[in-house]
């Protein structure tokens, strides 16, 4: 069975510091990874994903996250932090059938002036 | 980018009405779209999965005769809600997979389910 685990339910930097949102997931097969980030009252919107290649991902906004195959780990991560990056964010993992996906249970990022 | 479109953001309405909430993919077909249901500060509790030209596949624990899919086309689908009560009302997001099996999920900005 696909799942993912964030282990933090809140994390909190200041601006201008660098912030990692953790994520670890258990699959069967090859993993196929996402991050998601979610504003209130609004649905989720794309990130980054990895498939396959290079471990290191980059995508919108200036986040990347880094794929560990023998950590099962798929941490976002961004150099310096925004005060509008302040959402949460959701890690998922893709399972076996038509495309559906498996999110984590999110983490409340707070950057702070 | 692909975008997703639902339809209507917000709704309040009275106990025992039918809600029907639109789900349209703009710029790519959608075989298959998902509904989830999020509670304040939760992650997203899929509910079932539309496939275009056939019936939905519901979770365990949803009542299909409660929450009607229906997935008439490759870029829309809809969820009813039937004569909805107050334990109904929450925050519905759909989303939609493009064909390409490798392709991202894209969501649509939820509808806020309100029933008094």
């Known amino acids: 069975a696909q799942s993912v685990a964030q282990p933090e339910d809140q994390v909190n930097v200041a601006e201008g510091n660098p912030l990692t949102v953790k994520c670890t997931y258990s699959?069967?097969?090859?993993?196929?990874l996402f991050w998601y980030v979610q504003y209130p009252n609004r649905g989720l919107q794309f990130l980054l994903k990895y498939i396959t290649g290079d471990n290191l991902v980059k995508g919108s906004y200036g986040f990347e996250a880094e794929f560990n195959k023998s950590q099962t780990s798929f941490h976002l991560k961004k150099p310096s932090a925004l005060v509008s990056d302040s959402a949460l964010y959701f890690c998922a993992v893709k399972g076996s059938t038509l495309g559906r996906l498996y999110f984590g249970r999110g983490t409340q990022l707070t950057v702070w002036p | 980018g692909a975008v997703v479109s639902q339809h209507p953001s917000w709704v309040i309405c009275k106990s025992g009405t039918s809600v029907k909430i639109e789900c349209r993919s703009l710029?790519?077909?959608?075989?298959?779209m998902f509904w989830y249901r999020q509670f304040p500060k939760q992650s997203l509790m899929l509910m079932a999965t539309?496939?275009?030209?056939?019936?939905?596949?519901?979770e365990q624990g949803v009542e299909k005769d409660k929450f009607l899919i229906n997935h008439a086309s490759l870029t829309l689908s809809t969820l009813t809600v039937t004569s909805a009560h107050p334990e109904d009302s929450s925050f519905y997001i759909c989303s939609a997979h493009p064909t390409g099996s490798n392709q991202p999920q894209h969501f649509g900005d939820g509808t806020r389910l309100s029933i008094l």
């Open positions: 539309s496939n275009e030209g056939s019936k939905a596949t519901y």
């Open positions: 699959v069967s097969g090859n993993p196929y």
């Open positions: 710029d790519f077909q959608a075989t298959t």
